[in-house]
């Protein structure tokens, strides 16, 4: 499964814009017809099952203290450290307010705080909001639970690190994206490598099960000698994951990105190049593809998960935990409990009356139908094991695949032609040189692609 081919000739075909399926569907399908009653009656249906799913949240700090220009996250950015106080008073009455919702004996498995960047928040202040989270939810004590930081490492130092794993953090992801100091100043993001190796080094001194780094291909002035070295000292620093994201250049969604001039990015063949490089050294040093932009090391709790088939793809990326309902909580966050996905207000101000008026910080959400659930269980199997299962999905949804998915396996004939991915009566298996592209081969599947009106915008695939 982790098998890659490198095929320039067929990427640069296949990059085209399309989703990321951290859900299916995607966030743009999301409305505003789902209400507060509708996102209490899908809580309740969870909580009513035979056996209670476990509990996976999602808790976002939008704050930055410099901009990034890359960056198309949901942040504010701001060096006062009061409205860091601020919004996490407002986060604390959020989950006093939405954990009632769920029964108490549901454990919480899986805790990630995203951003923005999470240590804006000082460890006293992450100390109070474990608190509640523990006051609140049952957190799990087991070994196997997965408890895990964005870190800025220009922000934190090791006795921080110290700090967050007293406090039960076992994983943290370092943004670095690129060493180059050519590609950094084009970026306004100035790392060092002695800070950021002091940072790994403290998560590895204080018990801390896992690390991953954030790593961009695609960035302005960025070369393969620069990447190269970028490259080169990142796997001698033995991350159990990596994230290698191609940089998406979209300044008319992302004001930031206006700040980078079009002529500093590299062409198509070079960005192409670049991502060839990563594949080649990260296989060489003994990483295992797991999916899209996503490395592992063989041992690493990825890679076992997805020998296991209890991978999962949502919003967090790739997990470990596919047996969860996932609660967001905070700006912009988003839930998946039961059938349905919602959202909280992208805006700070819609969530901060939401949060002070008592009432949950709803924005947008979907119920799925009965066809977003089975196209959602092909999806997933797609992006997390490169293969779909005809007998078992057509077992799990009383359909026959060859009639319901006819225009999705006539979609899928070009891309059996190029060699992407082998069609046959039992399964659907994405091929070495198909692995880079299953968010192409995925769209096969994807009824919302189809329909007629306009479609949003998303990112190239490559």
Known sequence: MSTLAFDSDLLRRYDKPGPRYTSYPAAPQFNSSFDATAMRQQIARSNGDLIPRHLSLYLHIPYCSSPCFYCGC?????????????????????????APLFDRDREVVQLHLGGGTPNFLGPA???????????????STRRERDFSIELDPRFVTPQDVAQLAALGFNRASLGIQDFDAGVQQAVNRFQGVAQTRAVIDACREHGMASINVDLIYGLPRQTLRGFGGTLDTVIA????????????????????????????LPAAEAKLALLQLAVEKLGAAGYRHIGMDHFALPLDELARAQA??????????????????????GVSAISRIADAYWQNPRALRDWES???????????????????????????????????????????????????????????????????????KARITATPRGRLLLRVIAMCFDAYLQLPSAQPRFSRVI
């Not at 202040?125 to 957190?139: A, E, G, I, K, T």
Request: aromatic fraction near 6%; charged fraction near 20%; proline fraction near 3%.
């Open 237 to 264: 620093a033995a991350p159990q994951r990596l994230a290698v994201y191609g940089y998406a250049h979209m300044p008319h969604l992302f004001r930031a990105q206006q700040q980078i001039a079009a002529a500093d």
């Open 354 to 424: 939401a949060v002070d008026a008592g009432r949950p910080a709803l924005w947008r959400g979907l119920a799925l139908t009965s066809d977003d659930l089975l196209r959602e269980d092909a999806i997933q199997q797609l992006m997390c094991q490169g293969v779909i299962d005809i007998a078992a999905l057509e077992s799990r949804h009383a359909i026959v695949f060859a009639e319901y998915f006819a225009d999705a396996l006539q979609q899928l004939q070009p891309l059996q032609r190029d060699g992407l991915v082998i069609c046959d």
């Open 125 to 139: 202040q992450l100390r109070v909001l474990m608190q509640s989270l523990q006051r609140q939810f049952r957190l």
């Open 74 to 98: 949901n942040r504010l950015i701001t060096r006062d450290p009061g409205k860091g106080e601020v919004y996490l008073q407002r986060l604390l009455r959020e989950i006093e307010q939405m």
């Open 308 to 329: 296991k088939g209890s991978l999962q793809r949502n919003f967090m990326g790739y997990t470990t935990h596919a047996d969860t309902d996932l609660l967001g909580l």
